[in-house]
T-cell receptor
Framework: DAMVIQNPRYQVTQFGKPVTLSCSQT?????MYWYQQKSSQAPKLLFH???????NEADTPDNFQSRRPNTSFCFLDIRSPGLGDAAMYLC?????????????FGPGTRLLVL | AQSVTQLGSHVSVSEGALVLLRCNYS??????LFWYVQYPNQGLQLLLK??????LVKGINGFEAEFKKSETSFHLTKPSAHMSGAAEYFC?????????????FGQGTTLQVKP
């Protein structure tokens, strides 16, 4: 089945230690999104790629970076995680970013910062 | 700018009862509206979407929603609640244009289903 895959499902890191979360998709979609979701809150968009074009949200901290080496893979790098970065990180895709299109979400990676 | 407001952060119903989850939108242009469901420790899954075709939209798992422009609402309903429907429900509106567009989510409503 075509899907959005996130690894690992759970990630523990230390305060200030860089961490990378990964997302892959078999849908061949052009657009990939990264969301941060804290407990009992709505997903908050961090940034997205339309193909190779990177779109950063204005309020996304510089501590968060992303890479998309090819259509299938996208990475979220947190350069120096703080305690406030503990959250669920969701990856999503859609075909071309149009308003009527469905976003397909991965299962998420829950990040714990010690 | 587009936005959505979900009325009621928690809704509790008995199994078999009607489910009604409320969503109101604000948009300066004809909106594209979505309902997503999130089960614990999972990603979001689309239930249904309004894309300016029929105002009554049917989705998966017996859910439906009606777009009412006069009330700026897009409430989600299901005739009979099931225990398996206990989850977090998010209403969302599309904001922007194709290359840079995004979903704006409401704060979510937790649905509790009592036996």
């Amino acid at each position: 089945d075509a899907m959005v895959i996130q690894n690992p499902r759970y990630q523990v890191t230390q305060f200030g230690k860089p961490v990378t979360l990964s997302c892959s998709q078999t849908l061949n979609h052009n657009v990939m999104y990264w969301y941060q979701q804290k407990s009992s809150q709505a997903p908050k968009l961090l940034f997205h790629y339309y193909d190779k074009d990177f779109n950063n949200e204005a309020d996304t901290p510089d501590n968060f970076q992303s890479r998309r080496p090819n259509t299938s893979f996208c990475f979220l790098d947190i350069r120096s995680p703080g305690l406030g970065d503990a959250a669920m990180y969701l990856c999503a895709t859609n075909l071309a970013g149009g308003p009527e299109e469905t976003q397909y979400f991965g299962p998420g990676t829950r990040l714990l910062v010690l | 700018a587009q936005s959505v407001t979900q009325l009621g952060s928690h809704v509790s119903v008995s199994e078999g009862a009607l489910v009604l989850l409320r969503c109101n939108y604000s948009s300066s242009v004809p909106p594209y509206l979505f309902w997503y469901v999130q089960y614990p420790n999972q990603g979001l899954q689309l239930l249904l979407k309004y894309t300016s075709a029929a105002t009554l939209v049917k989705g998966i798992n017996g859910f439906e929603a009606e777009f009412k422009k006069s009330e700026t609402s897009f409430h989600l309903t299901k005739p009979s609640a099931h225990m398996s429907g206990a989850a977090e429900y998010f209403c969302a509106v599309y904001h922007g244009s194709s290359n840079t567009g995004k979903l704006i989510f409401g704060q979510g409503t937790t649905l509790q289903v009592k036996p």
